[in-house]
């Protein structure tokens, strides 16, 4: 196959080198289009009124490698649009650092690569895992995403739909397996910090995100929690529009 590797940590991210070397491994031909520096939390944002600059990098094993001074989506749709010649059969996002998880799938870059992919019609995954994975669950993981990858790409899922997978930070001797299951619906925990500059001027710097306690029962924060690798496919459709038939809509303006 012909997989393409983004993400939104950069292009300089370790986890980038790990999954690119994981699809190498597996015989794969890959091309990398990654943002020149960190672009976390950009969500599907791209850009529209200025040129991008991109510059040809090295990416061992990669047959060809650029660094896009934008977001994630832009690497990815310049990846899809502008720079391959060649047929792209996966697009992989990631590995984050970082979960991406219930809500937080609506905020992340890792997601918003993968989902332009899935949007423009690509079988596309986001893949994440926590900054304290130890080394040996990360490679496993990354073999592993890839693994489920190629299956991917001759399954049949509904349109537009993006696999999300994430790991918790345990040996992948304890690691229970994986499991499909939806979205957690709880809300990170943070808030903002009021300052006062040294010349006077009002200023607020966000807090660290503290997680919920009491995840949904039986969504990706709780599987994770207990141990397993948790697979959530997003969709563009958010939520069933039946919940919400009997909503007073008027009829006319």
Same mark, same amino acid.
């Given at each position: 196959?012909?997989?393409?590797?983004?993400?939104?940590?950069?292009?300089?991210?370790?986890?980038?080198?790990?999954?690119?070397?994981?699809?190498?491994?597996?015989?794969? @031909?890959?091309?990398?289009?990654?943002? =020149?520096?960190?672009?976390?939390?950009?969500?599907?944002?791209?850009?529209?009124?200025?040129?991008?600059?991109?510059?040809?990098?090295?990416? *061992?094993?990669?047959?060809?490698?650029?660094?896009?001074?934008?977001?994630?989506?832009? $690497?990815?749709?310049?990846?899809?649009?502008?720079?391959?010649?060649?047929?792209?059969?996966?697009?992989?996002?990631?590995?984050?650092?970082?979960? !991406?998880?219930?809500?937080?799938?609506?905020?992340?870059?890792?997601?918003?690569?993968?989902?332009?992919?899935?949007?423009?019609?690509?079988?596309?995954?986001?893949?994440?895992?926590?900054?304290?994975? *130890?080394?040996?669950? $990360?490679?496993?993981?990354?073999?592993? $995403?890839? @693994?489920?990858?190629?299956?991917?790409?001759?399954?049949?899922?509904?349109?537009?739909?993006?696999? !999300?997978? !994430?790991?918790?930070?345990?040996?992948?001797?304890?690691?229970?397996?994986?499991?499909?299951?939806?979205?957690?619906? !709880?809300?990170?925990?943070?808030?903002?910090?009021? @300052?006062?500059?040294?010349?006077?001027?009002?200023?607020?710097?966000?807090?660290?995100?503290?997680?919920?306690? =009491?995840?949904?029962?039986?969504?990706?924060?709780?599987?994770?929690?207990?141990?397993?690798?948790?697979?959530?496919?997003?969709? *563009?459709?958010?939520?069933?529009?039946?919940?919400?038939?009997?909503?007073?809509? *008027?009829?006319?303006?």
């Amino acid at each position: 196959m012909h997989i393409l590797v983004t993400n939104d940590d950069g292009f300089d991210s370790k986890n980038l080198r790990i999954l690119v070397e994981a699809c190498c491994h597996r015989g794969h @031909r890959v091309t990398v289009v990654a943002p =020149h520096a960190q672009q976390s939390a950009k969500s599907h944002a791209f850009t529209l009124s200025v040129p991008l600059l991109v510059h040809e990098a090295q990416m *061992p094993g990669a047959v060809s490698a650029y660094r896009v001074e934008g977001t994630p989506v832009d $690497a990815c749709r310049i990846g899809m649009l502008g720079l391959s010649n060649e047929k792209i059969d996966l697009v992989l996002s990631g590995i984050n650092e970082g979960y !991406n998880v219930g809500l937080a799938t609506y905020v992340s870059g890792t997601c918003g690569a993968a989902r332009e992919a899935a949007f423009q019609g690509y079988k596309a995954m986001a893949v994440s895992m926590e900054k304290e994975t *130890p080394a040996e669950t $990360a490679l496993h993981f990354a073999d592993y $995403a890839v @693994r489920i990858g190629e299956k991917l790409v001759v399954t049949d899922v509904p349109m537009q739909s993006v696999l !999300n997978l !994430n790991v918790p930070p345990i040996p992948s001797s304890e690691v229970r397996g994986g499991i499909m299951c939806g979205l957690s619906r !709880n809300v990170y925990k943070d808030g903002y910090e009021r @300052r006062i500059s040294p010349r006077g001027q009002l200023y607020f710097w966000l807090k660290g995100e503290e997680a919920d306690e =009491h995840p949904t029962p039986d969504s990706d924060v709780d599987y994770l929690k207990r141990g397993y690798l948790t697979c959530t496919f997003l969709t *563009p459709e958010g939520c069933s529009q039946e919940a919400y038939q009997d909503f007073p809509l *008027p009829w006319s303006l």
